[in-house]
Structures are given as C-alpha cells and as structure tokens.
C-alpha cells in the first residue's frame, strides 16, 4: 500500500500482491484464508463444530484483528458463552433464532452492499435453521436476502402468495430449502426464470430420511435451471446465490 501511495506500483499490482498475501497463521492451530474476500468475493468462514473453546476464541481474535469480521458455522452453547464473554463489549455478535451461526463485527466494520438480491424459500419451518445460515452469508456478501417459511408443496396454494412476493422483489437468485422427499425445488423451478439453488433439509426421517430422499430427489429434478447443494449445506447455498447475485448487481449498476 505504501508502493501505491508512492506511485511506485499500479493498482492492478497492488491488488496481485493483496491476493498473493493469502493465509495467516494463528500459532499451531489453524491457517486462515483472510484475503479470501478480496480474491473471490466470499469471506473466510469458520467451523466451529469441534473446535476447542479457546481455539475457537483464538481464530475469531484474529480475524477480527485482520478483517473486522469474524464469521462462525457450528457453534455450540458453550462456545457461544465463551465468545459473548471474550467479545460481547466493543465488538457486536450477531445471532440467528434457528442456526448455530455467529457472526462477530468490530463496532465500526461497515459492509459493502453490492445492490444483489437473494430470495430464500423453505418448505417448512423446520428448515429455518438451514435458511439462516444461507441468508447469513448471503448477507455478509453484500446482498439483501428476503425470506419466505413453510410453503411447501404438501399444501401447494401456500408457495402461491410468497413466490410472487419474491418476483416482485425482482430477486436475482433464488435459494429452495427442503426435506422429506424434497419436491419443492423442482416445483419452484419450472415456475420461475430465476436460477435456483435447492438445499435438501434433514428434516426427514425414516427410509431415505436425514435429507437422503430430499436430496436424490433434487439430483433427478426434471425442472432446469436448478443446482443442488450438499444436505443441509445453508453456507454453500448462499455463497452461489451471493456470487450470481452480486454478478447481476454489477450488470445492472453499469447499464
């Protein structure tokens, strides 16, 4: 930044040198991706499940040091009392009702809106905490997300009314969460022009239950224009969703 200040480097090689300087380390614990955003759009985001109270308090110090934001997936309760307490006062925690999602800011970390738009559609409500998560980092990207619960096709006249409120809202993609033998997706795709990404839920229990009949279902979906994430995989469902949308925001500011 000092060579570009000086006018000794170009701004395209300072950002090269920006996204070669990719991985912090934090002591023997973990080796963080911090210029991931910058190189791809899509923050580092960090696994909570199975990671030690402090190891985890460690990793999110750091990336609040590096990039103001720390955001966590698979927090537990007693993790999350550590963090409140580690971070709870000059930094701000955002919590979700359903997820196990956190995401912790320093008080002045300001978020670029990008103008993109997700819409975000469940068949139930048990599928929320999986919505969360993919409206969290939709969010955290840049994006305006506006969701829709429990209209699943088990009472097809529900998706009516909140399906047309996400085409009104002109939504750039569209995020579908369901379980059981996840219908949903297919039905919603062969409705609308919006490219879709389908989440099988683990809702479902039984033969094909945990979201394996939701998500082989999705997989032989004869509706186009529908992608299909991992079983319950709210996070990766909302970084394609952010990406096409952020993509389409960009066309649309240079119009």
Do not use: W
């Not at 909140?162 to 002109?170: S, T």
């Amino acid at each position: 930044m000092e060579k570009l200040a000086a006018g000794t480097i170009s701004v395209d090689e300072a950002e090269k040198a920006l996204k070669i300087d990719v991985v912090e380390k934090v002591t023997s614990v973990a080796r963080l991706d911090v210029a991931r955003e910058l190189r791809r759009g899509v923050p580092e985001i960090v696994f909570g499940e199975g990671k030690s109270v402090e190891d985890l308090v460690m990793i999110s110090a750091r990336m609040l040091e590096k990039n103001g934001r720390a955001i966590l997936t698979r927090v537990d309760k007693t993790q999350l009392a550590s963090l409140e307490a580690r971070f709870g006062g000059t930094d701000n925690i955002r919590k979700f009702p359903h997820s196990k999602s956190v995401v912790i800011k320093r008080e002045r970390y300001q978020l670029m809106e990008t103008g993109g738009r997700v819409g975000i559609l469940t068949a139930g409500t048990v599928d929320l905490a999986v919505a969360e998560d993919a409206g969290m980092v939709a969010n955290e990207m840049g994006c305006s997300t506006y969701l829709e619960a429990d209209a699943g096709v088990a009472g097809i006249h529900r998706l009516i009314e909140p399906l047309r409120d996400l085409i009104e809202k002109d939504v750039d993609s569209l995020i579908v969460v369901a379980g059981r033998e996840g219908a949903l997706p297919t039905v919603v795709a062969g409705l609308v022009d919006i490219p879709l990404i389908a989440v099988p839920a683990s809702s479902g229990y039984g033969y094909g239950g945990g979201g394996r009949a939701a998500l082989m279902a999705m997989l032989q979906a004869c509706s186009l224009g529908l992608a299909v994430v991992n079983i319950d995989s709210g996070i990766a469902a909302g970084v394609v969703a952010a990406q096409i949308a952020n993509r389409v925001a960009k066309a649309r500011k240079s119009n």
